[in-house]
């Protein structure tokens, strides 16, 4: 069950009254709508149909279901961060946040079969992470080969954006499932360097 269908029969409401915008009036543009389905199905997972409202604007969420599980909304920083940040005391320890990540790509994976799959290797997608910006235009993946099917990726954002550490877990959540699309087993993902830590930038070490 997901949250899109249980509120399919709400009359859908209009992204302007709900979406922030920017000083010229357009949507602000830094998280695509994937990641605030993510987000809020997995809450539907945790808490249910019926505490779901309570919980999203107990967090300062006023955004009507059905927009947050809209793929064409996008989704600010300061709007994914409010969500991220309520998570671990609403799911538990704060790594269960990687299933954020991991559903990402599995909701990605969809839109992206064939491209992905065209690729032929989870080596060939860590290759080609840069391009995971389309979807989160503050966010700056570099990766670097270290051995066969060992990878070094640096995260870094945007000038006036700063990480926290479920925004980390998300990604790492997202690095581990990216060879599952692949028919691999998900990746091992250690962070071996966080900005959230005193580090200079966040690095992770897949296998």
Known sequence: MTVRSLFAHIRPYSVDCVAMVDAAGG?????????????TDFLLDKVGPVALPDVLHGVGELRPVGVLTDDSVWSSYSQIRRLLQALPGIAGEPVEVREIG?????????????????????????????????FCP??????????????????????????????????AGSFEQFPVSFGFDAAVVVEEECACRGGSRCVFRLR
């Open 102 to 134: 991991k559903r990402v790509v599995d909701a990605l994976e969809v839109e992206l079969d064939a491209r992905v799959h065209a690729l032929g290797s989870p080596d060939a997608l860590f290759a080609q992470l840069g391009s995971a910006s389309t």
């Open 27 to 39: 949507q602000v543009r830094h998280f695509d709508g994937v990641y605030s389905r993510a987000i």
């Open 138 to 171: 503050i966010v700056e993946l570099q990766s670097s080969r270290v051995a066969d099917g060992e990878w070094l990726v640096t995260l870094t954002l945007g000038e006036g954006f700063e990480p926290f550490p479920e925004l980390c877990a998300m990604f």
